[in-house]
């Protein structure tokens, strides 16, 4: 089982940049897809990007296309989000989480997650 910390959370005013990372123990990342998803008060968590084990095929949730950046670091065994033009609508608890592959990312059941980090965007 993967253990997943995020860290990188805070506050910022609408327009900047937060660079979110997940390191990772137990197990070596390299063999999963990893990804970041977030939840908002009152909503679903929702899909945020992720990222094949390679680092070479990457997705994102049209909300955050062209603005959010999802790297990972095999060696390292951390994952990256850097958030460029935030918007207030992006304020949300930020989770990261292992998935045996970019197929089953959606999929419940798989994988393991963080505890999650808080990003507020003040307007």
């Known amino acids: 089982q993967v253990q997943l910390v995020e860290s990188g959370g805070g506050l910022v005013q609408a327009g900047g940049s937060l660079r979110l990372s997940c390191a990772a123990s137990g197990r070596t990342i390299s063999s999963y897809a990893m990804g970041w998803f977030r939840q908002a008060p009152g909503k679903e968590r929702e899909f945020v990007a992720s990222?094949?084990?390679?680092?070479?095929?990457?997705r994102y949730a049209d909300s955050v296309k062209g603005r959010f950046t999802i790297s990972r670091d095999n060696v390292k065994n951390t994952v990256f989000l850097q958030m460029n033009s935030l918007k207030p609508e992006d304020t949300a608890v930020y989770y990261c989480?292992?998935?045996?592959?970019?197929?089953?990312?959606?999929?419940?059941?798989?994988?393991?997650w963080g505890q999650g980090t808080q990003v507020t965007v003040s307007s």
């Open positions: 989480h292992s998935s045996p592959s970019l197929g089953t990312m959606l999929s419940p059941g798989f994988g393991s």
């Open positions: 990222i094949s084990g390679s680092g070479g095929v990457t």
